[in-house]
């Protein structure tokens, strides 16, 4: 039998009303959802056979091209070391093993290292391994951390002895991973998640060898999130509740753990802050004054009611404040101009204030590790386009700059000058110019016919910047041009970029992708029948919109994990992450946001008509994009296209919303969605 000629499955119908606001959706495939039923994971077996069988011709090439890029990557490489309170912590990969080794050394690097994790000898006999929240006690001796073998991201806490190297019995289940220590060296504070919705809700706290936790706080408003951690002065354990558009903190003195809790401000909805330790002050991020693009303002330590707040950095209509670093002399501002990321140095004694100079608009650069308190030496990381990962150490006072590490990319065949970025701008339809960042080998000709990769994600505030892959100079080197669209929705124009891609404005973030897809084409950088889009997750959600809005400008897509049952989605609250959304889509309870939802909803709106080639991926256990999100969406588009396209669901049995766990596993998903593409432009090799 002929692999390619098998049939397509088909799931089968079974039509569920689903009313609301007097209004009836008939959802065939609602079924689904029972992740139990035999006939559900025979479906997801059933497309994963087809899907293997369909692209059983490109085999081979998924392997060389997984070659090529595990070929680029140094396996036997480790991080930058960094001190803290008198040790240096060094992160290594060895060659042929996927996961890290977590190392330190005491006050010098030519002393000897200690181990404290080998996570290799930890995933032995699993599917799925993450080690997450290393957190080491103030007397250097305990390290405490989380695990999570399902990849549902349901953490247990367990702490090593480093004198021992026992693992204590102290086992503390279902929390986010992350938990920090008191300054006695035998209290931990952690936050416990709700077992069904996963919302990080309780902090507890622990003490080393006694079974009952103590609840310290608990989150009642379940659109609000809580976590704990160490302010960097390390003088206070912080509380924070969070929610897409209002922070609220708790502080106690981290000398006295049995303390109570002491409340920094209220939330008032609306009013965002965050909040830093330095002297006798704290430090406040905030969006208070309808500062929307955020201003740095202080309170004294004692007085931290809104009322004591007062400017430091006043709010700038085209400068967003995207975060601060405090050191003993200096305060470091993150801020982002007309897209481009911008570190500036300001000292407390206000003898010097600067900005580091970069030299072109397709770059990213963000403060990196800088745990250390008391030094003049900031660390940043920079990438471009075009130009490899380095990690630089920076003298603020004498302004000398050193790399420590710039990410080497082997086989040899690497040149960044035979590449080329740059930053253009496409025409909405309301007529807001929207940037994109372009690059590509050099000397091609914009004649219509190069392949090219539109990718964007546009939701939660969360900016795409220029950033290098070497992953995807597989793609590059075969002719592809591959472009990010900052499209509305993200923040890389500011926080009104955002605030204009939500709520009753979410169709911008489309029509934006849209108007990018028809400018590459106009200005001649592609055509449709060359014309890629990808997205994942909530750009998922985008992939799913486009193709409604116009399936005739792509000849493929690639959605991996995406949300595209938005209107089901957002009315069950039992699913991970749904009440916290509504500041970010709305509440469908409310009549208004509900029929906005409707009309853009991806699996609401797939009609009878032809659609572009398509490949879904997609992981039983994600917690964040529920598996039976893509797999209704495949089953309804596979009943009611009317063309011969491919169309692919590619379901990852065992991981969840970030894919495969081990450090190449991952390449091999990258692999199959770059020859998915490769093989739809005919390129075999």
């Known amino acids: 039998m002929n692999k390619t000629r098998v049939k397509p499955p088909v799931a089968k119908k079974n039509p569920h009303e689903l009313e609301m606001h007097g209004d009836v959706r008939i959802d065939d495939y609602f079924w689904m959802k029972d992740r139990e039923h035999p006939e559900v994971i025979k479906y997801l077996d059933d497309e994963n056979k087809y899907c293997d069988a369909k692209m059983a011709h490109t085999e081979d090439f998924q392997k060389d091209l997984f070659e090529e890029m595990k070929a680029r990557i140094k396996e036997d490489d480790s991080s930058v070391p960094y001190k803290y309170n008198g040790y240096w912590y060094i992160t290594k990969f060895e060659k042929g093993k996927d996961y890290p080794i977590y190392t330190r050394k005491k006050e010098s690097l030519d002393n000897p290292e200690e181990l404290l994790f080998d996570c290799n000898q930890m995933a032995k006999g699993e599917n799925y391994f993450k080690l997450v929240g290393l957190s080491i006690s103030p007397d250097n001796k305990q390290v405490s951390f989380g695990l999570d073998t399902t990849g549902r991201r349901q953490y247990t806490i367990q702490i090593k002895n480093l004198e021992t190297n026992e693992i204590l019995k102290d086992r503390i289940e279902?929390?986010?991973?992350?938990?920090?220590?008191?300054?006695?060296?035998?209290?931990?504070?952690?936050t416990k998640k709700d077992a069904v919705t996963l919302r990080a809700y309780q902090i507890y706290k622990h003490i080393l060898g006694q079974s009952e936790d103590k609840l310290i706080f608990e989150e009642g408003d379940e659109t609000f999130g809580a976590t704990v951690y160490k302010s960097k002065s390390r003088k206070y354990i912080i509380i924070a509740?969070?929610?897409?558009?209002?922070?609220?903190?708790?502080?106690?003195?981290?000398?006295?753990?049995?303390?109570?809790?002491?409340?920094?401000?209220q939330r008032i909805r609306g009013l965002e802050y965050s909040i830093s330790h330095y002297n006798d002050k704290f430090y406040i991020l905030t969006n208070k004054d309808k500062a929307t693009n955020f201003k740095l303002m202080s309170t004294p330590e004692v007085n931290t009611q809104i009322d004591y707040w007062e400017d430091v950095i006043p709010h700038r209509k085209n400068v967003l404040i995207e975060n601060i670093d405090i050191f003993k002399e200096y305060l470091v501002v993150s801020e982002r101009s007309n897209g481009l990321n911008q570190i500036r140095i300001k000292r407390w004694d206000e003898t010097q204030d600067y900005y580091l100079p970069f030299d072109n608009e397709t770059y990213t650069c963000f403060t990196t590790t800088n745990i250390d308190f008391d030094t003049k030496l900031l660390r940043y990381g920079y990438n471009a386009l075009t130009t490899p990962s380095s990690i630089i150490e920076f003298d603020m006072r004498n302004k000398i700059k050193r790399v420590l590490k710039e990410q080497e990319v082997l086989g040899g065949k690497f040149k960044k000058e035979n590449y080329t970025s740059e930053r253009i701008w496409a025409t909405a339809e309301d007529g807001t110019k929207i940037p994109m960042s372009v690059v590509s080998k050099k000397g091609l000709e914009k004649?219509?016919?190069?392949?090219?990769?539109?990718?964007?994600?546009?939701?939660?505030?969360s900016t795409v910047d220029p950033y290098f892959s070497t992953i995807r100079l597989s793609l590059l080197d075969r002719g592809f041009i591959f472009v990010i669209a900052h499209v509305r929705g993200g923040e890389y124009l500011g926080r009104t970029w955002y605030e204009n891609g939500k709520l009753l404005n979410k169709k911008n973030t489309f029509s934006d992708f849209v108007s990018c897809s028809i400018h590459l084409i106009k200005e001649r950088y592609t055509s449709s029948k060359h014309l890629y889009a990808m997205g994942g997750s909530a750009g998922g959600l985008l992939m799913g919109a486009i193709i409604n809005e116009a399936p005739e400008l792509y000849n493929g897509i690639i959605a991996a994990v995406p949300f595209v049952d938005v209107v089901s989605t957002m009315l069950d609250d039992s699913i991970p992450l749904t009440t916290g959304e509504y500041d970010e889509w709305g509440n469908p309870n409310d009549i208004l946001y509900y029929n906005y939802m409707k009309s853009y909803s991806p699996y609401d709106n797939v009609e009878a008509k032809a659609y572009p080639n398509m490949l879904v991926t997609s992981g039983l256990h994600?917690?964040?994009?529920?598996?039976?999100?893509p797999t209704k969406w495949v089953a309804k588009l596979r009943d009611l296209k009317t063309d011969s396209n491919k169309l692919f669901l590619k379901t990852n049995m065992d991981a969840g919303h970030g894919g495969a766990s081990g450090r190449f596993e991952s390449l091999k998903e990258d692999a199959m969605e770059y020859v998915f593409l490769l093989d739809l432009e005919g390129i075999s090799e």
């Open 622 to 629: 994600d917690s964040q994009v529920q598996y039976w999100e």
């Open 174 to 190: 279902n929390t986010t991973g992350s938990s920090s220590w008191a300054n006695d060296n035998k209290t931990l504070f952690y």
């Open 241 to 265: 509740c969070y929610s897409t558009l209002t922070n609220e903190y708790h502080i106690i003195d981290a000398d006295k753990p049995d303390g109570k809790f002491k409340l920094f401000q």
């Open 447 to 461: 004649n219509g016919k190069n392949p090219l990769l539109l990718y964007a994600y546009g939701s939660y505030g």
